[in-house]
């Protein structure tokens, strides 16, 4: 089972951009990754997947902003997020999943605010 460390969250303005990283301790190609956020009172949720075979999924809530991509060779999985409003003010998680296999990196705080 993989650890996950998240890197690049920050304080950013409104129509801003982060680019958030996520590194793994071992090789992640048989894992769908995702990135996940929550919200202080919310429930976590998912704004990107990206399949072991490349497949990505976003909700309507992020699409068109935010692109998830993975680099194997690296152990790595990124999300560009552009467009950044208010609203996407939240810990952001990686995770990484493989049949019964999950595993949670321990965040990053994205705080969009002017």
């Known amino acids: 089972q993989v650890q996950l460390v998240e890197s690049g969250g920050g304080l950013v303005q409104p129509g801003g951009s982060l680019r958030l990283s996520c590194a793994a301790s071992g090789s992640i190609t048989l894992y769908s990754m995702g990135w996940h956020r929550q919200a202080p009172g919310k429930q976590r949720e998912l704004v990107a997947l990206i399949t072991n075979g490349g497949n990505v999924d976003y909700p309507d809530s992020v699409k068109g902003r935010f692109t998830i991509s993975r680099d194997n060779a690296k152990n790595s999985v990124y999300l560009e997020m552009n467009s950044l409003k208010p609203e996407d003010t939240a810990v952001y998680y990686c995770?990484?999943?493989?049949?019964?296999?999950?595993?949670w990196g321990q965040g990053t705080q994205v705080t969009v605010s002017s």
């Open positions: 995770n990484a999943r493989y049949l019964l296999r999950s595993s």
